[in-house]
């Protein structure tokens, strides 16, 4: 096992990314909230840091016209510029 220092946790990271990608739609989390069926508070919990499960985040994804595997590969991109900070 290997620790990696970073300076916020990757489901935090994730978040912020679909974050960004919802702005980019002009959704709010109400919206999001909404049409992927997860509660408002969940789902801002769950952006703040908190998991999601896979069927979570394949309905958000979906909500933010986004695949999966492209919202995971900005938010690894995003840690790894975090590493190199």
């Known amino acids: 096992m290997f620790h990696v220092e970073q300076k916020e946790p990757a489901s935090q990271q994730l978040g912020n990314v679909l974050k960004r990608f919802f702005e980019a739609e002009r959704l709010t989390q109400t919206d999001v909230s909404v049409k992927a069926g997860i509660p408002r508070n969940s789902l801002n919990r769950k952006l703040s840091g908190g998991v999601f499960s896979y069927d979570e985040l ?3 994804c979906a909500v933010a ?21």
Do not use: P
Not at 78 to 84: H, P, S, T, V
């Open 58 to 60: 394949t309905c958000v």
């Open 65 to 85: 016209k986004k695949k999966g595997l492209e919202v995971l590969a900005a938010a690894d991109a995003l840690m790894e510029q975090g590493l190199a900070a």
